[in-house]
């Protein structure tokens, strides 16, 4: 039976990665780049989730995700949990999402009633 070396020069040596490595990344690549706005209705929030995100049901009656920017940046932008309740009118300007069928739409810029958050100041409107 041969003898296979654990350690020592014989042995390849390869680096570990974490097993979230693979999916950090640029999260605008799943995004078209052309910005598209939104007008609907709130239904449901999850804002303080760890992916902040709202459900809208728009006037032709599709629902749809809104991704909004990470806890800290929203917080930074004044939108809260409370901004954004069951039944309110919002209107998003984002990015729709780049995959066949899926109604989801990376948001720049969320107006809830009269009151407006610049999430992502860093992109173009």
Avoid: Y
Wanted: proline share 7%; net charge negative.
């Amino acid at each position: 039976m041969p003898h296979f070396p654990l350690f020592g020069p014989a042995v390849v040596r390869k680096p570990v990665l974490a097993p979230d490595d693979a999916l950090v990344q640029d999260r605008w690549t799943d995004f078209d780049d052309e910005m598209i706005r939104l007008d609907a209705i709130v239904i449901d929030n999850n804002i303080g989730g760890s992916d902040p995100t709202l459900q809208v049901r728009a006037c032709d009656g599709m629902n749809w995700t809104i991704e909004l920017a990470t806890r800290s940046r929203n917080l930074k932008a004044g939108l809260t949990e409370s901004q954004a309740l069951p039944g309110d009118p919002v209107s998003v300007v984002g990015r729709r999402t780049a995959h066949f069928g899926e109604n989801r739409i990376k948001a720049t810029h969320v107006t809830i009633g009269e009151k407006t958050f610049d999430l992502s100041p860093d992109r173009a409107a």
